[in-house]
């Protein structure tokens, strides 16, 4: 352990020494190296989806679930969604320097302004995508990074490290900014959750198991993204033929990603009318019904463990509800803190959902699907944070930067 620790001091301190000119550098060369690692990407797409191919073979060998397979296969049309993103993330505003300034009584200026964070580690799973976006905005705000993949996604996350760093270094920086560990062991990871000093802000991105073990052993600050136990509430009012399209939406377009639906909540009141028909909208995916649901419809028996579980798979839960104010319960208690949805026309209901409901993100008549840094405008994410502090929801650039202030007088003390 302690040669893997000494390893990956030594990797933070070639990339702490490459970001001091990173943090002083103009929004302008910022965003020139996003656009040359961009193109660097878009260049390179022969050896990084001949990289990709080597995890997809390996994953199905290893008997990996479909709907992880999908999460971690990329293709021309991936990786031009990959690099167009980065560009999108160029175009907007800096953010950093900008701020409030204000003049005290006493004549001293105030200025507020946003700085880099400054060695951001990220852990994650097989999604290779999170490896550009990584880079992006960490790059764009001014950070430093350190990414430690899943295995799953080896190969593919290497050649887009090597592509990035390409980019970065025809753009002018150094390709230090970008760090890796030479392999992807749990000592490894372990190690870097224990780099005080040298690592700032510690992000998992993943399942519940991954996020847990961060948490418990992480000496560095932590930020909790990703476990998505997301819930739909169609209560009585609803229009039913928009809520089984919401339902289906939140649950199968892409049911492996943390926003994906994984339990449906039905008002008793129409559970008899509209459990059979999300029954045959949902026709591939298992459903696990409570005493009531199973009573109505044929499905298996859910437990109370189906409650909490994210499946990221076609597999939901279903409940049936007294009410929306059962719901929020119900819902609050088994949540992650991701995203809640009600499918409502009753305004009294929406108002106490959006009230009540403790989490992240709450939507009224709108699949969960949204929470996306990209859907909100934010351009590429770093993670769905699900936590209070310093961020929470789809943390963008300016969840990537902190403060400083910098006092101007004239020959002011303090008495």
């Given at each position: 352990m302690n040669n893997i620790k000494e390893n990956l001091i030594n990797k933070c301190v070639l990339a702490k020494k490459a970001g001091k000119l990173l943090a002083v550098s103009t929004g302008e060369a910022r965003n020139n190296a996003l656009l040359a690692m961009?193109?660097?990407?878009?260049?390179?797409?022969?050896?990084?989806?001949?990289?990709?191919?080597?995890?997809?073979?390996?994953?199905?060998?290893?008997?990996?679930?479909?709907?992880?397979?999908?999460?971690l296969m990329l293709n021309s049309q991936r990786i031009k969604g990959i690099s167009d993103a980065m560009r999108k993330v160029a175009a907007l505003p800096d953010p950093l320097g900008s701020g409030e300034v204000w003049t005290r009584p006493n004549g001293l200026m105030i200025r507020k302004v946003k700085v880099p964070l400054g060695n951001i580690a990220i852990i994650?799973?097989?999604?290779?995508?999170?490896?550009?976006?990584?880079?992006?905005?960490?790059?764009?705000?001014?950070?430093?990074?350190?990414?430690?993949?899943?295995?799953?996604?080896?190969?593919?996350?290497t050649?887009?490290?090597?592509?990035?760093?390409?980019g970065l270094e025809k753009?002018?920086?150094?390709?230090?900014?970008?760090q890796t560990p030479d392999d992807t062991s749990r000592e490894t990871a372990t190690a870097l959750m224990t780099l005080s000093g040298y690592v700032?802000?510690?992000?998992?991105?993943g399942g519940k198991s991954l996020i847990r073990s961060v948490v418990d052993n992480a000496t560095v600050p932590v930020i909790e993204t990703g476990a998505g136990n997301c819930h739909v509430y169609v209560e009585k009012t609803a229009d039913l033929e928009m809520a089984a399209r919401i339902v289906k939406n939140a649950?199968?377009?892409?049911?492996?990603?943390?926003?994906?639906?994984?339990?449906?909540?039905?008002?008793?009141?129409i559970a008899n009318d509209f459990l059979p028909v999300i029954?045959?909208?949902?026709?591939?995916?298992?459903?696990?019904?409570?005493?009531?649901?199973?009573?109505?419809?044929?499905?298996?028996?859910?437990?109370?463990?189906?409650?909490?579980?994210?499946?990221?798979?076609?597999?939901?839960?279903?409940?049936?509800?007294d009410g929306y104010k059962e719901a929020v319960e119900h819902i609050n208690v088994h949540?992650?803190?991701?995203?809640?949805?009600?499918?409502?026309?009753?305004?009294?209901?929406?108002?106490y959902f959006t009230a009540n409901i403790d989490s992240a993100a709450v939507y009224v008549n709108a699949s969960t699907r949204f929470t996306d840094g990209e859907e909100f405008g934010f351009g590429a994410e770093i993670g769905i944070s699900t936590q209070r502090l310093h961020a929470r929801g789809p943390m963008g650039l300016s969840e990537m930067t902190t403060v400083k202030y910098i006092v101007v007088g004239n020959g002011q003390t303090r008495g």
């Open positions: 961009a193109d660097s990407l878009e260049k390179n797409e022969k050896l990084i989806l001949e990289a990709n191919a080597k995890d997809i073979e390996k994953a199905k060998e290893n008997g990996i679930k479909e709907a992880m397979v999908d999460r994650y799973e097989s999604r290779p995508n999170v490896t550009a976006d990584a880079v992006c905005l960490c790059i764009k705000s001014g950070n430093t990074v350190f990414l430690r993949g899943g295995k799953e996604a080896f190969f593919s996350n050649a887009i490290i090597s592509a990035l760093r390409e753009s002018g920086f150094s390709g230090d900014l970008i700032d802000l510690l992000i998992p991105r649950k199968m377009q892409r049911p492996s990603v943390c926003n994906a639906a994984e339990n449906l909540l039905v008002d008793r009141e029954k045959k909208v949902l026709e591939g995916t298992e459903l696990r019904g409570c005493e009531e649901t199973v009573g109505i419809i044929d499905v298996a028996s859910a437990t109370e463990e189906d409650f909490f579980t994210e499946y990221d798979d076609y597999i939901m839960s279903l409940k049936v509800v949540s992650t803190g991701h995203s809640e949805a009600i499918i409502t026309r009753n305004t009294e209901a929406a108002d």
